[in-house]
């Protein structure tokens, strides 16, 4: 199966997508029928929608979508793992056969050790019986948590968003680089090839930003933990469909078929637990 490991999908509302900067490519509803074409082109047979709200109501909705669209292999929501009651939360959505892991905007919270605190470490904790995997979306500065969420947890699996989100508009790699060796000595951690080129400078981005990045995460993580994502429609505000899968496409293009069919989908589809 190929697949798009990560993009996202709404009703646009301003009280519920306050990030969305107004007058944005963004600033409009993006439903399973704009990507179905994006997905056709690429040669790609599905996707994995990823929350874009924190609320119970978006992994419903995101499920409902799901179930009338056979391009969504899975589903990506969101509970609040810090509840007393996460372990009914989980249970609920686990029963949906489409409902393969969870995730929360980490990156938005001021506390750098918030993935590290003692109500979030439990909800993690209750994952694992459920079959869910866990999303991290960070910052680099939120790493060394990051480092230590997967410490304590190794037999949860866990997938790092868009590579931790570099600074590659500055053509900063340090202690990124050394932070994501150290996140990666961890087997049960994979990573989203995905969120780049919105990391860039969205008006002159060329290839050559990201080799240094990708050179890293490729020989860090190894053919079988990394993932195509494009993170549509938020990388509109940096570049299309197309050109965000044509500069993996182009970086990848040496390596073996299957290595390139892991990258793919192979290893997205395996990961989630997702099947045609």
Not at 35 to 51: K, M, N, T, W, Y
Not at 127 to 146: E, T, V
Not at 147 to 169: G, M, S, Y
């Amino acid at each position: 199966m190929k697949l798009d490991s990560h993009q996202h999908f709404w009703k646009y509302d301003e009280r519920e997508y306050p990030w969305i900067p107004k007058g944005s490519p963004l600033h409009r509803d993006w439903l399973p029928d704009d990507l179905r074409p994006l997905l056709e082109q690429a040669g790609l047979d599905g996707s994995i929608a990823v929350q874009a709200r924190q609320t119970l109501e978006e992994s419903r909705w995101l499920l409902e979508l799901a179930d009338r669209h056979p391009l969504i292999k899975g589903v990506v929501g969101w509970v609040d793992l810090r509840a007393d009651n996460v372990e009914e939360q989980l249970a609920r959505f686990a029963a949906h056969p489409k409902f393969v892991g969870v995730r929360h905007v980490v990156q938005d919270e001021p506390d750098d050790e918030f993935m590290v605190r003692p109500d979030f470490l439990r909800g993690i904790a209750k994952l694992k019986a459920h079959g869910l995997k866990y999303d991290i979306l960070i910052y680099p500065k939120q790493l060394p948590a990051a480092i230590e969420l997967v410490r304590r947890h190794p037999e949860q699996p866990f997938v790092l968003d868009h590579i931790a989100k570099p600074l590659i508009k500055d053509g900063v790699v340090s202690p990124w680089r050394e932070q994501i060796r150290e996140l990666a000595k961890h087997p049960n951690v994979l990573c989203k090839v995905s969120g780049m080129i919105t990391e860039a400078n969205w008006t002159g981005w060329k290839a050559a930003d990201f080799k240094p990045y990708l050179d890293i995460v490729f020989s860090t993580f190894g053919e079988d933990r990394l993932m195509y994502g494009s993170d549509w429609p938020v990388a509109l505000h940096a570049g299309s469909y197309e050109r965000v899968f044509g500069l993996v496409n182009d970086y990848v293009a040496s390596m073996s078929t299957p290595a390139r069919a892991a990258f793919f989908g192979g290893n997205a589809a395996k990961f989630y637990g997702v099947r045609g």
